[in-house]
T-cell receptor
Framework: GAGVSQSPRYKVAKRGQDVALRCDPI?????LFWYQQALGQGPEFLTY????????KSGLPSDRFFAERPEGSVSTLKIQRTQQEDSAVYLC?????????????FGSGTRLTVV | AQKITQTQPGMFVQEKEAVTLDCTYD???????LFWYKQPSSGEMIFLIY??????QNATEGRYSLNFQKARKSANLVISASQLGDSAMYFC????????????FGTGTRLTIIP
């Protein structure tokens, strides 16, 4: 597609429920990133893939967070047993890779609300 | 580790005036990239301008220019002739040039243009 597509756009989950957020990057983009943006804050890095390899997951806040990109294209961010502090916008970005962050394209994000 | 500091939580500017948004950074990397993003209320992150640490000239993109002062570790964004559509959150960010392209963001500045 022309841009990075994220779904769903909005998600309301009851505390304790598992959720899965999807990111469809730009075709051919090697690098894929997930960020978490709390209300009124800047995005914070969660994890980074180069093709199907997860090269950095240092930003994942707990072992309840899990991300995968099995075929090097679509990625899923899964949050198990959601807590209220998980409420945030989850942004996905992709790039051709091989250099600086120049050339990033962000998706519109998934707004997760845990009630 | 990289760190971005934006000290202006909010700014109000008269339409058609120029505005400077402050950004200072800290890193131990020799080569790095500096970015500014705009985030309107709709939530998408819009890339505005990029400056490589090795670039001797300040970057410009239309009405946007980046005032890069390497010795002071500052990368201020200048918007000339502000427009009502410039009202948004603005984030300064940085990344490594080579290797992991993850972005480190500041806390943002909310810019409001007054008619």
């Amino acid at each position: 597609g022309a841009g990075v597509s994220q779904s769903p756009r909005y998600k309301v989950a009851k505390r304790g429920q598992d959720v899965a957020l999807r990111c469809d990057p730009i075709s051919g983009h090697v690098s894929l990133f997930w960020y978490q943006q709390a209300l009124g804050q800047g995005p914070e890095f969660l994890t980074y893939f180069q093709n199907e390899a997860q090269l950095d997951k240092s930003g994942l806040p707990s072992d309840r967070f899990f991300a995968e990109r099995p075929e090097g294209s679509v990625s899923t961010l899964k949050i198990q047993r959601t807590q209220q502090e998980d409420s945030a916008v989850y942004l996905c970005a992709s790039s051709r890779g091989g250099g600086s962050g120049y050339g990033y394209t962000f998706g519109s994000g998934t707004r997760l609300t845990v009630v | 580790a990289q760190k971005i500091t934006q000290t202006q939580p909010g700014m109000f500017v008269q339409e058609k005036e120029a505005v400077t948004l402050d950004c200072t950074y800290d890193t131990s990397d020799q080569s790095y990239g500096l970015f500014w993003y705009k985030q309107p209320s709709s939530g998408e992150m819009i890339f505005l301008i990029y400056q490589g640490s090795y670039d001797e000239q300040n970057a410009t993109e239309g009405r946007y220019s980046l005032n890069f002062q390497k010795a002071r570790k500052s990368a201020n964004l200048v918007i000339s002739a502000s427009q009502l559509g410039d009202s948004a959150m603005y984030f300064c960010a940085m990344s490594q040039i080579f290797g992991n392209e993850k972005l480190t963001f500041g806390t943002g500045t909310r810019l409001t243009i007054i008619p």
